[in-house]
């Protein structure tokens, strides 16, 4: 009978191990789109839709750790090109979750809310070294 509760208590500390071990290498990191994308952890790939008044954003994720990213409630820049102008304005009722604990890539789709806006084509984010790239595949920014 103690052999028994030798084993139990043997294989519940082997589970508990296994759980704090999976937990720590799990830990959620939540961050903002704007800081992921500057950290190289994340490509951004941004569709005009509806004639400039929504964008699709889609996030790919560069690497195997789980990451939550947000774009928060309210209106927010998002930076389009290199030159300090190039600009537009996203409007969220809520803050726009994007879950990549499980996933290598997600789409959202978010309101324009500026007068200048990505009316069609697409915009491709990415960072080497600090520094972001803009591939503008067919992309047309204007005033609507």
């Known amino acids: 009978m103690k052999s028994i509760k030798v084993f139990t208590a043997f294989i519940c500390g082997i589970l508990l191990l296994g759980n704090i071990a999976f937990s720590q290498n799990h830990t959620e990191q939540k961050k903002d789109i704007k800081t992921a994308l500057s950290s190289g952890e994340i ?5 005009g839709l509806e004639d400039g ?3 699709s954003i889609k996030v790919d994720k560069k690497n195997e750790k789980p990451l939550v990213l947000y774009i928060p409630k309210g209106t927010s820049e998002l930076k389009i090109g290199s030159s300090e102008f190039q600009k537009i304005q996203l409007s969220t009722q809520q803050e726009v979750k994007i879950d990549l604990s499980k996933l290598m890539t997600q789409t959202v789709i978010v309101i324009q809310s500026s ?3 990505l009316i069609k084509g697409s915009i491709i984010m990415d960072s080497n070294s600090g520094s972001i790239s803009y591939d ?3 992309a047309m920014v204007g005033v609507k």
């Open 43 to 47: 490509k951004l790939i941004i569709t």
């Open 53 to 55: 008044m929504k964008l």
């Open 115 to 117: 007068k200048q806006k």
């Open 136 to 138: 503008f595949q067919n």
